[in-house]
Protein backbone atom coordinates (compact mmCIF):
# COMPACT_ATOMS: atom_id res chain seq x y z
CA UNK A 1 0.00 0.00 0.00
CA UNK A 2 1.35 3.59 -1.03
CA UNK A 3 1.81 6.34 1.40
CA UNK A 4 0.79 9.25 0.76
CA UNK A 5 3.19 12.06 1.44
CA UNK A 6 1.91 15.33 1.92
CA UNK A 7 4.06 18.26 -0.37
CA UNK A 8 2.75 21.03 1.97
CA UNK A 9 4.26 24.28 1.04
CA UNK A 10 4.92 25.57 4.72
CA UNK A 11 8.53 27.29 4.56
CA UNK A 12 11.64 25.30 5.28
CA UNK A 13 14.99 26.48 5.03
CA UNK A 14 16.61 26.50 1.50
CA UNK A 15 19.54 23.91 1.28
CA UNK A 16 21.43 25.98 -0.49
CA UNK A 17 22.84 29.78 0.65
CA UNK A 18 20.90 31.68 -1.83
CA UNK A 19 17.70 33.65 -1.72
CA UNK A 20 14.03 33.59 -3.55
CA UNK A 21 16.28 35.95 -6.19
CA UNK A 22 19.06 33.64 -6.80
CA UNK A 23 16.67 31.12 -7.03
CA UNK A 24 14.25 32.76 -9.41
CA UNK A 25 17.45 33.76 -11.46
CA UNK A 26 18.82 29.81 -12.15
CA UNK A 27 15.21 28.55 -12.75
CA UNK A 28 15.00 31.25 -15.58
CA UNK A 29 17.73 31.06 -17.08
CA UNK A 30 17.88 27.53 -16.93
CA UNK A 31 14.21 27.23 -17.82
CA UNK A 32 14.66 29.23 -21.02
CA UNK A 33 18.26 27.65 -22.40
CA UNK A 34 17.47 24.52 -21.42
CA UNK A 35 13.96 24.74 -23.78
CA UNK A 36 15.71 27.10 -26.38
CA UNK A 37 18.35 24.27 -27.09
CA UNK A 38 16.40 21.42 -27.75
CA UNK A 39 15.45 19.67 -30.79
CA UNK A 40 12.32 20.36 -30.56
CA UNK A 41 12.62 24.42 -30.13
CA UNK A 42 15.14 25.97 -31.94
CA UNK A 43 16.32 22.95 -33.89
CA UNK A 44 12.53 21.80 -34.46
CA UNK A 45 12.43 23.35 -38.23
CA UNK A 46 16.03 23.27 -39.14
CA UNK A 47 16.64 19.61 -38.13
CA UNK A 48 12.89 18.40 -39.56
CA UNK A 49 13.51 20.34 -42.60
CA UNK A 50 17.55 19.13 -43.03
CA UNK A 51 15.76 15.50 -42.74
CA UNK A 52 12.97 15.91 -44.98
CA UNK A 53 14.48 17.67 -47.94
CA UNK A 54 18.31 16.45 -47.65
CA UNK A 55 17.86 13.25 -46.07
CA UNK A 56 14.57 12.30 -48.05
CA UNK A 57 12.75 11.46 -44.79
CA UNK A 58 9.20 10.64 -44.56
CA UNK A 59 6.68 11.93 -41.61
CA UNK A 60 6.75 8.38 -39.59
CA UNK A 61 11.05 8.55 -39.99
CA UNK A 62 10.86 11.74 -38.89
CA UNK A 63 8.79 11.45 -35.70
CA UNK A 64 11.14 8.15 -34.87
CA UNK A 65 13.92 10.48 -35.25
CA UNK A 66 12.74 13.24 -32.79
CA UNK A 67 11.31 10.60 -30.59
CA UNK A 68 15.29 8.49 -29.81
CA UNK A 69 17.11 11.81 -29.63
CA UNK A 70 14.62 13.20 -27.18
CA UNK A 71 14.31 9.98 -25.81
CA UNK A 72 17.05 10.60 -22.69
CA UNK A 73 14.18 13.60 -21.02
CA UNK A 74 12.18 9.84 -20.18
CA UNK A 75 15.03 8.71 -18.15
CA UNK A 76 15.20 12.13 -16.21
CA UNK A 77 15.24 10.49 -12.90
CA UNK A 78 18.65 8.44 -12.89
CA UNK A 79 19.92 11.59 -13.11
CA UNK A 80 17.61 12.85 -10.20
CA UNK A 81 19.27 10.29 -8.04
CA UNK A 82 22.93 11.55 -9.01
CA UNK A 83 22.17 14.47 -8.47
CA UNK A 84 20.33 14.33 -5.29
CA UNK A 85 22.26 11.69 -3.74
CA UNK A 86 25.62 11.49 -5.54
CA UNK A 87 27.20 14.74 -4.48
CA UNK A 88 30.24 16.49 -6.53
CA UNK A 89 33.16 17.94 -5.20
CA UNK A 90 30.32 18.19 -2.37
CA UNK A 91 27.55 19.72 -4.17
CA UNK A 92 24.46 18.42 -5.58
CA UNK A 93 23.74 21.20 -7.57
CA UNK A 94 26.46 23.57 -9.27
CA UNK A 95 28.62 21.08 -10.63
CA UNK A 96 26.30 19.26 -12.28
CA UNK A 97 24.79 22.64 -13.84
CA UNK A 98 28.26 23.47 -15.02
CA UNK A 99 29.00 19.86 -16.58
CA UNK A 100 25.55 20.13 -18.46
CA UNK A 101 25.73 23.20 -19.59
CA UNK A 102 29.20 23.01 -20.84
CA UNK A 103 28.47 19.33 -22.53
CA UNK A 104 25.79 20.65 -24.58
CA UNK A 105 27.27 23.50 -25.66
CA UNK A 106 30.49 20.88 -26.96
CA UNK A 107 28.17 18.53 -28.06
CA UNK A 108 25.56 20.96 -30.32
CA UNK A 109 28.98 22.23 -31.81
CA UNK A 110 29.95 18.76 -32.80
CA UNK A 111 26.66 18.13 -34.99
CA UNK A 112 27.95 20.38 -37.62
CA UNK A 113 30.09 17.39 -38.54
CA UNK A 114 27.73 14.64 -39.69
CA UNK A 115 24.56 16.66 -41.27
CA UNK A 116 24.86 14.25 -44.46
CA UNK A 117 25.10 10.99 -42.04
CA UNK A 118 21.90 9.76 -40.55
CA UNK A 119 23.40 7.79 -37.89
CA UNK A 120 26.40 9.82 -36.83
CA UNK A 121 23.40 12.65 -37.07
CA UNK A 122 20.99 10.96 -34.98
CA UNK A 123 24.43 9.72 -32.22
CA UNK A 124 24.90 13.48 -31.72
CA UNK A 125 22.06 14.87 -31.62
CA UNK A 126 21.20 12.36 -29.07
CA UNK A 127 24.56 13.10 -27.21
CA UNK A 128 23.29 16.99 -26.82
CA UNK A 129 20.39 15.89 -25.40
CA UNK A 130 21.61 14.15 -22.47
CA UNK A 131 24.01 17.08 -21.25
CA UNK A 132 20.94 19.45 -21.41
CA UNK A 133 18.96 16.57 -19.42
CA UNK A 134 21.67 16.65 -16.91
CA UNK A 135 21.89 20.64 -16.94
CA UNK A 136 17.69 20.93 -17.02
CA UNK A 137 17.54 17.96 -14.04
CA UNK A 138 18.93 20.21 -11.63
CA UNK A 139 17.16 23.07 -12.70
CA UNK A 140 14.10 21.30 -11.58
CA UNK A 141 15.74 19.95 -8.17
CA UNK A 142 16.55 24.34 -7.59
CA UNK A 143 12.67 24.88 -8.60
CA UNK A 144 11.42 22.54 -6.64
CA UNK A 145 13.88 23.87 -3.38
CA UNK A 146 12.40 27.50 -3.95
CA UNK A 147 8.77 26.47 -4.12
CA UNK A 148 9.01 24.15 -0.71
CA UNK A 149 11.38 27.04 0.97
CA UNK A 150 9.70 29.96 0.31
CA UNK A 151 5.62 28.46 -0.31
CA UNK A 152 5.68 29.68 -3.98
CA UNK A 153 5.26 27.05 -6.24
CA UNK A 154 2.68 28.69 -8.40
CA UNK A 155 5.00 31.37 -8.76
CA UNK A 156 8.03 29.73 -9.20
CA UNK A 157 6.57 27.23 -11.62
CA UNK A 158 5.46 30.37 -13.79
CA UNK A 159 8.84 31.94 -13.54
CA UNK A 160 9.86 28.81 -15.37
CA UNK A 161 6.77 28.94 -18.08
CA UNK A 162 7.27 32.25 -18.94
CA UNK A 163 10.90 31.70 -19.94
CA UNK A 164 10.40 28.59 -21.28
CA UNK A 165 7.59 30.30 -23.86
CA UNK A 166 10.00 33.08 -24.41
CA UNK A 167 12.61 30.43 -25.74
CA UNK A 168 9.65 29.48 -27.87
CA UNK A 169 9.24 32.90 -29.11
CA UNK A 170 12.52 33.13 -30.13
CA UNK A 171 13.03 29.93 -30.91
CA UNK A 172 10.76 28.66 -33.70
CA UNK A 173 11.25 32.34 -34.74
CA UNK A 174 14.67 31.96 -35.32
CA UNK A 175 14.54 28.41 -35.90
CA UNK A 176 12.50 29.29 -39.50
CA UNK A 177 14.77 31.84 -40.20
CA UNK A 178 17.51 29.79 -39.85
CA UNK A 179 15.80 26.93 -41.88
CA UNK A 180 16.62 28.44 -44.70
CA UNK A 181 20.48 28.54 -44.09
CA UNK A 182 23.32 26.72 -43.83
CA UNK A 183 22.93 24.24 -40.50
CA UNK A 184 26.19 25.87 -38.70
CA UNK A 185 24.02 28.95 -37.88
CA UNK A 186 21.74 26.84 -35.99
CA UNK A 187 24.38 24.87 -34.31
CA UNK A 188 26.42 27.98 -32.90
CA UNK A 189 23.50 29.86 -31.64
CA UNK A 190 22.57 26.81 -29.85
CA UNK A 191 26.29 26.03 -28.47
CA UNK A 192 26.28 29.59 -27.52
CA UNK A 193 23.34 30.21 -25.41
CA UNK A 194 24.51 27.32 -23.80
CA UNK A 195 27.47 28.06 -22.76
CA UNK A 196 25.73 31.29 -21.04
CA UNK A 197 24.07 29.03 -18.94
CA UNK A 198 26.99 27.79 -17.86
CA UNK A 199 28.57 31.04 -16.86
CA UNK A 200 25.52 32.20 -14.96
CA UNK A 201 25.58 28.96 -13.10
CA UNK A 202 29.26 29.14 -12.62
CA UNK A 203 28.20 33.01 -11.09
CA UNK A 204 24.81 32.77 -8.87
CA UNK A 205 24.77 29.12 -8.26
CA UNK A 206 26.72 28.93 -4.43
CA UNK A 207 26.05 25.77 -2.32
CA UNK A 208 26.88 24.75 1.38
CA UNK A 209 28.14 21.15 1.09
CA UNK A 210 26.09 19.13 3.55
CA UNK A 211 27.39 15.81 4.68
CA UNK A 212 24.27 12.76 4.16
CA UNK A 213 22.46 11.49 7.25
CA UNK A 214 24.35 8.41 6.84
CA UNK A 215 22.48 6.72 10.06
CA UNK A 216 18.86 7.54 8.78
CA UNK A 217 19.54 6.43 5.39
CA UNK A 218 20.69 2.83 6.47
CA UNK A 219 17.50 2.54 8.85
CA UNK A 220 15.03 3.81 5.57
CA UNK A 221 17.30 1.04 3.32
CA UNK A 222 16.32 -1.64 5.49
CA UNK A 223 12.93 -1.13 5.21
CA UNK A 224 12.37 -0.31 1.84
CA UNK A 225 10.25 -2.76 -0.36
CA UNK A 226 8.92 -2.03 -3.89
CA UNK A 227 5.45 -1.41 -3.60
CA UNK A 228 2.97 -4.31 -5.59
CA UNK A 229 1.28 -1.99 -8.03
CA UNK A 230 4.79 -0.66 -9.35
CA UNK A 231 5.80 -4.51 -10.02
CA UNK A 232 2.63 -5.43 -11.31
CA UNK A 233 3.10 -2.43 -13.78
CA UNK A 234 6.68 -3.00 -14.64
CA UNK A 235 5.33 -6.42 -15.32
CA UNK A 236 2.98 -5.43 -17.44
CA UNK A 237 4.85 -3.10 -19.44
CA UNK A 238 7.58 -6.07 -20.23
CA UNK A 239 4.94 -8.10 -21.35
CA UNK A 240 2.89 -4.82 -23.80
CA UNK A 241 6.95 -5.00 -25.12
CA UNK A 242 7.38 -8.27 -25.59
CA UNK A 243 3.79 -8.35 -27.41
CA UNK A 244 4.76 -5.20 -29.59
CA UNK A 245 8.26 -6.01 -30.51
CA UNK A 246 6.96 -8.44 -33.32
CA UNK A 247 5.22 -5.79 -35.51
CA UNK A 248 7.07 -3.39 -37.25
CA UNK A 249 4.82 -0.61 -36.93
CA UNK A 250 5.17 -1.13 -33.01
CA UNK A 251 8.86 -2.12 -32.61
CA UNK A 252 10.13 1.52 -31.78
CA UNK A 253 7.55 2.09 -28.49
CA UNK A 254 8.82 -1.66 -27.69
CA UNK A 255 12.27 -0.26 -27.26
CA UNK A 256 10.71 2.80 -25.36
CA UNK A 257 9.24 0.45 -22.83
CA UNK A 258 12.04 -1.83 -22.26
CA UNK A 259 14.38 1.45 -21.49
CA UNK A 260 11.63 2.35 -19.15
CA UNK A 261 11.28 -0.92 -17.62
CA UNK A 262 15.42 -0.86 -16.89
CA UNK A 263 15.64 2.47 -15.60
CA UNK A 264 12.56 1.60 -13.41
CA UNK A 265 14.52 -1.64 -12.90
CA UNK A 266 18.12 0.15 -11.79
CA UNK A 267 16.08 2.18 -9.38
CA UNK A 268 14.66 -0.52 -7.34
CA UNK A 269 17.92 -2.43 -7.24
CA UNK A 270 19.60 0.19 -5.77
CA UNK A 271 16.43 0.93 -3.48
CA UNK A 272 16.78 -2.75 -2.07
CA UNK A 273 20.50 -3.86 -2.30
CA UNK A 274 22.06 -3.95 1.21
CA UNK A 275 24.67 -1.92 1.54
CA UNK A 276 27.30 -0.10 3.72
CA UNK A 277 28.58 2.31 1.27
CA UNK A 278 27.26 5.74 3.03
CA UNK A 279 26.74 7.04 -0.48
CA UNK A 280 24.73 4.45 -2.27
CA UNK A 281 22.84 4.27 1.47
CA UNK A 282 22.00 8.32 1.10
CA UNK A 283 20.39 7.38 -2.36
CA UNK A 284 18.23 4.91 -0.57
CA UNK A 285 16.69 6.98 1.49
CA UNK A 286 16.07 9.63 -1.15
CA UNK A 287 14.28 6.65 -3.38
CA UNK A 288 12.48 5.43 -0.43
CA UNK A 289 10.79 8.50 0.06
CA UNK A 290 9.72 8.41 -4.04
CA UNK A 291 8.89 5.00 -3.89
CA UNK A 292 6.56 5.65 -1.05
CA UNK A 293 4.81 8.57 -2.26
CA UNK A 294 1.40 7.91 -2.71
CA UNK A 295 0.83 11.73 -3.96
CA UNK A 296 3.54 11.81 -6.33
CA UNK A 297 2.65 8.77 -7.81
CA UNK A 298 -1.14 9.70 -8.53
CA UNK A 299 0.24 12.95 -9.92
CA UNK A 300 2.76 11.61 -12.33
CA UNK A 301 -0.58 8.99 -13.40
CA UNK A 302 -2.54 12.24 -14.52
CA UNK A 303 0.23 13.71 -15.99
CA UNK A 304 0.70 10.74 -18.69
CA UNK A 305 -2.63 10.21 -18.88
CA UNK A 306 -3.15 14.11 -20.22
CA UNK A 307 -0.07 14.18 -22.56
CA UNK A 308 -0.21 10.36 -24.03
CA UNK A 309 -3.27 11.35 -25.98
CA UNK A 310 -2.60 10.93 -30.08
CA UNK A 311 -0.66 14.08 -31.12
CA UNK A 312 -0.20 16.09 -34.01
CA UNK A 313 3.22 17.89 -34.00
CA UNK A 314 5.14 16.63 -37.02
CA UNK A 315 1.68 15.71 -39.00
CA UNK A 316 1.13 19.45 -38.53
CA UNK A 317 3.81 20.57 -40.05
CA UNK A 318 3.82 18.72 -43.11
CA UNK A 319 0.12 20.19 -43.30
CA UNK A 320 1.42 23.33 -42.85
CA UNK A 321 4.35 22.54 -45.94
CA UNK A 322 2.73 20.51 -48.26
CA UNK A 323 -1.23 21.15 -47.94
CA UNK A 324 -1.23 24.98 -46.82
CA UNK A 325 2.07 25.20 -48.88
CA UNK A 326 2.88 28.04 -45.76
CA UNK A 327 6.93 28.88 -46.35
CA UNK A 328 9.04 28.38 -43.57
CA UNK A 329 9.85 31.74 -42.25
CA UNK A 330 5.79 31.70 -41.66
CA UNK A 331 5.68 28.39 -40.00
CA UNK A 332 8.45 29.53 -37.41
CA UNK A 333 6.49 33.26 -36.85
CA UNK A 334 3.64 30.88 -35.75
CA UNK A 335 5.36 29.40 -33.12
CA UNK A 336 6.66 32.36 -31.72
CA UNK A 337 2.59 33.52 -31.62
CA UNK A 338 2.68 30.19 -29.34
CA UNK A 339 5.13 31.20 -27.16
CA UNK A 340 3.76 35.32 -26.96
CA UNK A 341 0.25 34.21 -25.49
CA UNK A 342 2.19 31.62 -23.21
CA UNK A 343 4.62 34.13 -21.86
CA UNK A 344 1.01 35.97 -20.98
CA UNK A 345 -0.37 33.18 -19.25
CA UNK A 346 2.68 32.41 -17.25
CA UNK A 347 2.36 36.08 -16.28
CA UNK A 348 -1.43 35.68 -15.28
CA UNK A 349 -1.04 32.14 -13.55
CA UNK A 350 0.41 33.80 -10.29
CA UNK A 351 -2.81 35.59 -9.58
CA UNK A 352 -5.08 32.31 -10.34
CA UNK A 353 -3.07 29.90 -8.31
CA UNK A 354 -3.09 32.18 -5.09
CA UNK A 355 -7.21 32.32 -5.94
CA UNK A 356 -8.14 28.97 -6.95
CA UNK A 357 -7.51 25.25 -5.61
CA UNK A 358 -5.20 23.64 -7.73
CA UNK A 359 -8.13 20.79 -8.38
CA UNK A 360 -10.37 23.82 -10.15
CA UNK A 361 -7.07 24.75 -12.34
CA UNK A 362 -6.18 21.69 -13.58
CA UNK A 363 -10.28 20.72 -14.23
CA UNK A 364 -10.75 24.23 -16.24
CA UNK A 365 -7.03 24.01 -18.27
CA UNK A 366 -7.36 20.12 -19.24
CA UNK A 367 -10.98 21.57 -20.27
CA UNK A 368 -10.71 24.31 -22.12
CA UNK A 369 -7.66 23.17 -24.02
CA UNK A 370 -9.33 19.77 -25.12
CA UNK A 371 -11.99 22.04 -26.28
CA UNK A 372 -9.89 25.13 -28.06
CA UNK A 373 -7.85 21.91 -30.13
CA UNK A 374 -11.39 21.73 -32.12
CA UNK A 375 -10.34 25.01 -33.68
CA UNK A 376 -7.41 22.96 -36.40
CA UNK A 377 -10.55 21.69 -37.88
CA UNK A 378 -10.59 25.27 -39.20
CA UNK A 379 -7.18 25.74 -40.10
CA UNK A 380 -5.70 28.16 -42.75
CA UNK A 381 -2.81 30.73 -43.72
CA UNK A 382 -6.00 32.83 -42.17
CA UNK A 383 -6.40 31.51 -39.26
CA UNK A 384 -3.49 29.78 -38.21
CA UNK A 385 -2.43 32.78 -35.91
CA UNK A 386 -5.20 32.89 -34.12
CA UNK A 387 -5.34 29.31 -33.41
CA UNK A 388 -1.91 29.02 -32.60
CA UNK A 389 -2.27 31.98 -30.36
CA UNK A 390 -4.87 29.91 -28.12
CA UNK A 391 -3.85 26.32 -28.33
CA UNK A 392 -0.54 25.38 -30.22
CA UNK A 393 1.20 22.04 -30.59
CA UNK A 394 4.46 23.32 -27.88
CA UNK A 395 2.65 26.57 -26.67
CA UNK A 396 -0.35 29.02 -26.76
CA UNK A 397 -2.53 30.69 -23.77
CA UNK A 398 -4.30 27.25 -23.41
CA UNK A 399 -2.14 25.00 -23.18
CA UNK A 400 0.27 26.63 -21.08
CA UNK A 401 -2.13 26.94 -18.75
CA UNK A 402 -2.95 23.30 -18.75
CA UNK A 403 1.19 22.73 -18.76
CA UNK A 404 1.36 25.56 -15.62
CA UNK A 405 -1.72 23.39 -13.71
CA UNK A 406 0.58 20.33 -13.95
CA UNK A 407 3.47 21.92 -13.57
CA UNK A 408 2.21 23.42 -9.73
CA UNK A 409 0.94 19.87 -9.17
CA UNK A 410 4.65 18.18 -9.65
CA UNK A 411 5.85 20.75 -7.40
CA UNK A 412 3.66 20.12 -4.52
CA UNK A 413 3.30 16.29 -5.08
CA UNK A 414 7.79 16.07 -4.70
CA UNK A 415 8.87 15.19 -1.59
CA UNK A 416 11.34 17.64 0.02
CA UNK A 417 15.27 16.16 0.29
CA UNK A 418 14.51 14.46 -2.96
CA UNK A 419 13.52 17.50 -5.24
CA UNK A 420 16.06 16.37 -7.98
CA UNK A 421 14.29 13.33 -8.72
CA UNK A 422 10.87 13.52 -7.42
CA UNK A 423 10.67 16.54 -10.36
CA UNK A 424 12.40 14.20 -12.99
CA UNK A 425 10.42 11.46 -12.46
CA UNK A 426 7.60 14.00 -13.35
CA UNK A 427 9.32 15.37 -15.76
CA UNK A 428 10.22 12.04 -17.87
CA UNK A 429 6.45 10.78 -17.53
CA UNK A 430 6.00 13.83 -19.61
CA UNK A 431 8.47 13.78 -22.21
CA UNK A 432 7.69 10.01 -22.76
CA UNK A 433 3.84 11.27 -23.08
CA UNK A 434 4.71 13.56 -25.84
CA UNK A 435 7.11 11.59 -27.57
CA UNK A 436 4.84 8.51 -28.05
CA UNK A 437 1.90 10.94 -28.37
CA UNK A 438 3.43 12.37 -31.89
CA UNK A 439 4.86 8.74 -32.70
CA UNK A 440 1.38 7.39 -32.35
CA UNK A 441 -0.39 10.42 -34.45
CA UNK A 442 2.47 10.32 -37.21
CA UNK A 443 1.29 6.22 -37.31
CA UNK A 444 -2.38 6.54 -37.53
CA UNK A 445 -1.69 9.00 -40.81
CA UNK A 446 1.25 6.98 -42.30
CA UNK A 447 -0.27 3.60 -41.47
CA UNK A 448 -3.94 3.64 -40.99
CA UNK A 449 -4.29 6.56 -43.61
CA UNK A 450 -6.53 8.47 -40.81
CA UNK A 451 -7.24 11.88 -42.08
CA UNK A 452 -5.62 15.46 -40.23
CA UNK A 453 -9.49 16.35 -39.31
CA UNK A 454 -9.92 12.80 -37.43
CA UNK A 455 -6.30 12.87 -35.52
CA UNK A 456 -7.72 16.60 -34.45
CA UNK A 457 -11.28 15.05 -33.32
CA UNK A 458 -9.18 12.09 -31.71
CA UNK A 459 -7.10 14.27 -29.52
CA UNK A 460 -9.63 16.56 -28.14
CA UNK A 461 -11.75 13.46 -27.05
CA UNK A 462 -9.62 11.63 -25.56
CA UNK A 463 -7.81 14.74 -23.87
CA UNK A 464 -11.10 15.17 -22.11
CA UNK A 465 -11.90 11.81 -21.31
CA UNK A 466 -9.09 12.40 -19.12
CA UNK A 467 -11.14 14.53 -16.68
CA UNK A 468 -12.35 11.46 -15.05
CA UNK A 469 -9.20 10.94 -13.05
CA UNK A 470 -9.64 14.38 -11.52
CA UNK A 471 -11.17 13.66 -8.51
CA UNK A 472 -8.40 10.60 -7.86
CA UNK A 473 -6.27 13.42 -6.90
CA UNK A 474 -5.54 13.85 -3.08
CA UNK A 475 -7.03 16.69 -1.02
CA UNK A 476 -4.38 17.77 0.86
CA UNK A 477 -2.39 18.73 -2.42
CA UNK A 478 -4.69 20.04 -4.95
CA UNK A 479 -7.51 21.47 -2.91
CA UNK A 480 -6.30 24.65 -1.94
CA UNK A 481 -4.50 27.81 -3.20
CA UNK A 482 -1.18 28.85 -3.19
CA UNK A 483 0.30 29.81 0.14
CA UNK A 484 -3.18 28.46 1.92
CA UNK A 485 -2.27 25.55 4.75
CA UNK A 486 -3.80 22.48 4.37
Request: charged share 10%.
Amino acid sequence: MLETSRGDETSAPPRSGIGLREYTILVGVGAFVTTFAQSRVLGQFPTTFLLKEQLHLGKEQVALFFFWVTFPWNLKPLVGILTDAFPIFGTRRRHYMLIGAAGAAVCWASVILFTHAYGLLLSSTLAYNIAIVLASTVMGGLMVEAGHAFGASGRITAVRQFTMNMSYIGGPLLGGYLAERAYGWTVGVAAASCLGLAACAYAILRERPAPPRIERARAVAQRIRPPRVMTVALVGAIVLGVALYPFPDFANIAYSLFALVFMFGTIIAIAVMRTTNPVIANAQMQLGQILYSGTLWLAAGMTFLVWTVPGFNTALIYQQSDVLHLDKTFIGFLGAVEGVFGVAMALVYPFLCRRWPLRRLIVVAVGVNASATLLYLRYTPTTAPFIHALVGTSGGACLAFMELSLMDLAVRSTPRGCEALGFALMMSVRNFAIALNDVLGSQLMDRYHVSFTSLILTNALTTMAVLVCAPLLPGAIVDRREGERS
